[in-house]
């Protein structure tokens, strides 16, 4: 296998698609009527095989050529990515989950979310740009006015013109409320914008003709920290009323980054100076506004975790079916190393994570779109609570174990995965800046402990605790292989429950420092038992469906295996991890460094 | 213009495929997909009808249990229309029954100016289907493509040989095959796969199209040994002492490809 080998991994897909989160039923709601199942199918096999032969091969290269600033302040990404990134914006590939309105697709975002494991596995720094893109447009669905969308929204849903996000400066990274970039009222009601922004994602390239900034700024007299922030639309090209590009802004990209990875993906410090820009609905409300949309955004970044996984997975099976060392137990001659039981836990216990990570990442879309569609208030209130639940989950535990999968793989290929050349040490470069950006892996934990498990006065976490018990008790009720799944589901469910309600006990007490101590392995033990609730579910729908004709019997059975390694060799952690959440912060206030 | 591709649906290439222990012949029960070599004829049609201005490109395909993926990637890509010939009693057909079922199958899509078919499809190789059809049909058939062009009611071709290729013309209509790799065909577009949603798709048999089944015991070709491929041998490593591109000629010309 080449190093661009990748295939996007469709049957798994469609079968967490239509038999763990169920699609179907999607595609019977109001406006999702043409998202019917044989179509979706049909889109992820047409996107994926592209994404994989046109994104894919240019991972490497982009890996090798950086993208680079010019003396003149222009950027130019590596070789192919400009017409890789033509050819995917002719395709209408970015306006499929966007609304009608606005030339989108008006697809689910679950069908989005598939898409967009596939495009990231095919080449991560690629797929940075259409990501920041879409954050940006959502904001203005969400919060721009009529004639905002009306100049920007259609031209960033086709991808003709690229979207940013720039909320970070030097002082200001985590504690996004310490940020001091300006912006003054104009006479004309636009504002001049001016300050540092640092760390941003596609700040300059030459993918596009145009380029949205969105520039989280203070106006004057705005309260200080978070309620003093307003967000602003400030256009690397200015645009005329009647749609056409007027002169430059006052914006540049004064430097890029040298990085650990995703080198494709220009990483920029832009200044901007009395640049023009157009406040997004109100001042000092930028940060709520923020946090409406963050949701999105955070999976997809979880997503990551997932799609460089699967990528260095795919690479670690071939390479194990390759490599001839040593004999296995029971052979008469030289092996091929994916016969020896120490390579096959390690390639299970990455297949393990990869489709619980999938199951978990997939039905954590499909909670957004029923809090966006369902008819009945109630089931979006409920699925918009899992969704909030479960987003700092896929974003923190998804991409911890992006960086666990990738080494994983490294550690598959021995001392050839330590050398550049097959590839497989990039995906572990690439993916390490995901437990970092969009909210470092702490800071989810933090929302986790310190505002989602309050939802609904705790009702939230209890249903989601409740659900995964009911989960347990069908599979244990379904005999055989089910059932020792069940009994460690079981048993990984009471140990979240504990951990649970010794924080939600500790955080009415006004412990809060022995709340934020157990943060992080809290969220560990939640990401566990999630993928576990999720797997269990995915091997109750093999046995549900076996000898139906679009899977094999052999597919079929593989899920069990896969469902019960996870359930008894990789589900127990959560268990082992219910004393570092309850120690309380007593060692590591005592500890001196 | 009215261009017809003849389109084959077979199993993935990059899955394992494995044979019929009985007849030696491929298994085709799992999903199938659009011949790659086909892709070829469907972008090549979709370009001529372009360039003459109007007209569609219509699709004609045999494959078992109503397989439609394939059909639907070309219909998606931009084919206007499609043929499906689903038939139990057609499975292990020979390529002379195959060339009887897509000549009819064709004749239904109304009139045709061209029909288009790759050289040989991937799964199969027997390389005769094209010229068969033509000759079904009594039309005259021009094979190994690598450049089509429509001058009024004359087709005009740059014919692939081992040496180059030579310049051949025929009236229209006419058959013709392309070979691989000529045009890089367009992937599908959004756009495209949710028009294709809705793009007329006729599925007939056997019987509707007045052609006798005669299934693999009455072919007119047989199967006469299977070998393993061999294994892929170590490549050679030629290091560059600033004469490699000597010895790299030296390599060729033993291969006698120059
Ligand atoms: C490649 C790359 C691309 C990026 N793209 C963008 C972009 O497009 N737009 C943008 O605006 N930003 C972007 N960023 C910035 C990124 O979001 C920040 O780096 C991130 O938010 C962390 O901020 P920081 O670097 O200042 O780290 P700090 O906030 O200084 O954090 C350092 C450590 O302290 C911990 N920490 C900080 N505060 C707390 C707390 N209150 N409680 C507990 N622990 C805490 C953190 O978890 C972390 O482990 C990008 C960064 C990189 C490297």
Redesign the interface.
């Known amino acids: 296998m080449t190093v661009t080998g990748y295939?996007a991994p469709l049957t798994d897909m469609r079968f967490v698609l239509e038999h763990v989160v169920d699609i179907g039923a999607l595609a019977a709601l109001a406006g999702f009527e043409?998202a019917d199942p044989a179509?979706v199918i049909?889109?992820l096999?047409?996107?994926g095989?592209?994404f994989a032969e046109?994104l894919a091969p240019l991972n490497r290269v982009g890996d090798v050529q950086h993208s680079r600033r010019n003396d003149d302040g222009s950027v130019t990404t590596p070789e192919g990515f400009a017409k890789a990134y033509q050819?995917y914006v002719?395709?209408?590939?970015p306006?499929?989950p966007f609304p009608p309105e606005y030339g989108g697709?008006g697809f689910p975002w679950v069908v989005a979310v598939a898409m967009q494991e596939v495009m990231t596995a095919a080449n991560m720094a690629f797929s940075l740009c259409p990501l920041l893109t879409q954050g940006a447009i959502d904001m203005l669905l969400h919060y721009g006015s009529e004639e905002q969308r009306e100049t920007y929204l259609s031209k960033m849903v086709t991808g003709e013109w690229t979207g940013t996000m720039n909320l970070t400066e030097p002082q200001a990274g985590s504690d996004v409320g310490a940020l001091t970039t300006r912006a003054v009222p104009a006479d004309d009601g636009s504002w001049r914008v001016t300050g540092q922004k640092i760390f941003i994602t596609y700040g300059e390239h030459d993918l596009a003709d145009n380029i949205v900034h969105l520039v989280l700024a203070r106006v004057p007299d705005a309260p200080p920290g978070t309620k003093g922030i307003s967000c602003f639309i400030v256009p690397k090209v200015l645009v005329a009323a009647d749609g056409s590009l007027g002169p430059r802004n006052a914006v540049e990209c004064v430097s890029i980054e040298e990085k650990m990875g995703i080198n494709a993906s220009p990483t920029c410090v832009m200044a901007y100076d009395g640049a023009t820009g157009f406040l997004v609905g109100e001042a000092n409300q930028g940060m709520r506004y923020m946090f409406k949309m963050m949701n999105t955004a955070r999976l997809s970044v979880g997503l990551e975790g997932l799609s460089l996984g699967e990528r260095a997975y795919q690479q670690a099976v071939a390479y194990a079916a390759e490599r001839r060392q040593g004999q296995a137990p029971g052979a008469s001659a030289g092996s091929a190393i994916v016969d020896h039981p120490d390579v096959r836990r390690m390639l299970l216990t990455m297949r393990a994570q990869i489709e619980a990570l999938r199951c978990v990442a997939y039905l954590t879309a499909e909670c957004m779109d029923l809090a966006a569609r369902h008819p009945d208030a109630s089931v979006r209130e409920a699925r918009q609570e899992l969704a909030d639940l479960l987003t700092p989950i896929s974003k923190g535990w998804g991409t911890d174990l992006g960086v666990e999968l990738t080494s994983i793989a490294v550690q598959v290929h021995g001392g050839m995965g330590y050398v550049e050349e097959t590839g497989v040490a990039q995906h572990y470069r690439d993916i390490r800046i995901a437990p970092i950006y969009e909210g470092t892996n702490g800071i989810q934990a933090i929302d986790l402990v310190g505002r989602k498990l309050g939802l609904r006065d705790g009702a939230a976490v209890t249903e989601l605790l409740d659900a995964i018990a009911a989960t347990a008790a069908e599979a244990i009720g379904a005999g055989d292989d089910l059932n020792v799944i069940g009994i460690a589901l079981d048993g990984a469910q009471h140990a979240l429950r504990q951990a649970t309600t010794w924080l939600r006990q500790a955080s009415a007490d006004g412990r809060h420092d022995d709340v934020l101590a157990g943060a992080t392995p809290y969220l560990r033990m939640a990401g566990v038992v999630a993928g576990g609730w999720m797997l269990a579910r995915s091997a109750l729908a093999a046995s549900a469906i076996q000898g139906e004709a679009t899977f094999?019997d052999e597919f079929l059975a593989q899920k069990t295996v896969t469902a019960r390694f996870y359930a008894t060799q990789l589900l127990p952690q959560a268990a082992g991890l219910l004393p570092a959440v309850t120690a309380g912060v007593e060692d590591l206030a005592a500890a001196r460094f | 213009m009215n261009v017809i591709v003849c389109v084959k649906q077979i199993p993935d290439p990059a899955q394992v495929g494995s044979l019929d222990p009985t007849d030696n012949t491929l298994k085709r029960e799992g999903k199938l997909i659009l011949d790659e070599s086909d892709s070829y004829g469907v972008e090549m049609a979709l370009q001529l009808v372009d360039t003459a201005g109007g007209g569609e490109v219509g699709l004609v395909s045999m494959a078992p249990n109503d397989e439609m993926s394939g059909l639907r990637t070309a219909l998606a890509m931009g084919a206007a229309k499609a043929v499906l010939v689903s038939d139990a009693e057609l499975a292990g057909s020979d390529a002379l029954t195959t060339a009887k079922v897509l000549a009819a199958a064709a004749s239904r899509l109304g009139d045709i100016d061209l029909i288009i078919a790759g050289t040989e499809s991937s799964d199969g190789y027997t390389g005769t289907v094209p010229e068969q059809i033509a000759e079904v049909l009594g039309l005259p058939s021009i094979t190994f493509a690598k450049s089509v062009a429509i001058d009024g009611g004359t087709l005009r071709v740059n014919r692939q040989t081992e040496a180059g290729y030579d310049e051949v013309t025929c009236p229209l209509p006419a058959v013709v095959s392309v070979t691989a790799g000529v045009v890089e065909p367009r992937y599908p577009s959004f756009k495209g796969i949710m028009a294709a949603k809705s793009k007329p798709v006729e599925k007939v048999t056997a019987t509707d199209l007045g052609v006798t089944p005669v299934g693999w015991a009455g072919a007119g070709q047989q199967i006469v040994e299977v070998a393993a491929a061999p294994e892929r041998e170590a490549g050679e490593i030629v290091e560059d002492d600033g004469d490699a591109h000597l010895k790299i000629v030296e390599f060729l010309d033993k291969l006698k490809v120059i």
């Open positions: 295939a043409h179509t049909g889109i096999e047409e996107a095989r592209f046109q050819r002719d395709a209408g590939w306006a499929v697709g094999t």
